[in-house]
């Protein structure tokens, strides 16, 4: 029997979940409807082949097969963030250069610390 691999949206939505402890809260976290968040949370529930979490009041607590699959999805979580934390460093680092007609990079004085910093962060 094959095992499907969730997507990394499942995963962010049911992490969402187990940090706010409530699917509206997940849904403002991730900028989705309560809907949308609740059918990506059935189908992760699916694919784990056990329930993950289990209502309580107006929230929600993890079952013991949630917290086994926390830590896991927090791995695979990291790499996405780590990739979004680089592309932004870039973005600003770009943001003060100027290319010129050359192709060299002209900075204006108050930046060449920077781009000696971001030669250190990002070789």
């Known amino acids: 029997m094959a095992i499907s691999t969730p997507s990394l949206e ?3 939505s049911f992490l969402a979940l187990a940090e706010s402890g409530s699917v509206s809260k997940a849904a403002q976290i991730l900028h989705r409807s309560q809907p949308a968040i609740s059918e990506r949370l059935q189908r992760l529930t699916e694919l784990a082949g056990e329930p993950l979490y289990y209502g309580m009041g107006r929230g929600v607590r993890l079952t013991a097969a949630g917290e086994a ?19 932004q460093r870039r973005r600003q680092f770009a943001s003060r250069c100027a290319w010129s007609t050359t192709g060299r990079i002209d900075l204006e004085s108050r930046h060449r610390r920077t781009l000696c910093s971001c030669r250190t962060v990002n070789p």
Request: net charge positive.
């Open 69 to 87: 699959y926390l830590a896991p999805a927090r791995r695979l979580r990291d790499p996405k963030r780590e990739w979004s934390d680089m592309v």
């Open 10 to 12: 499942l995963l962010e």
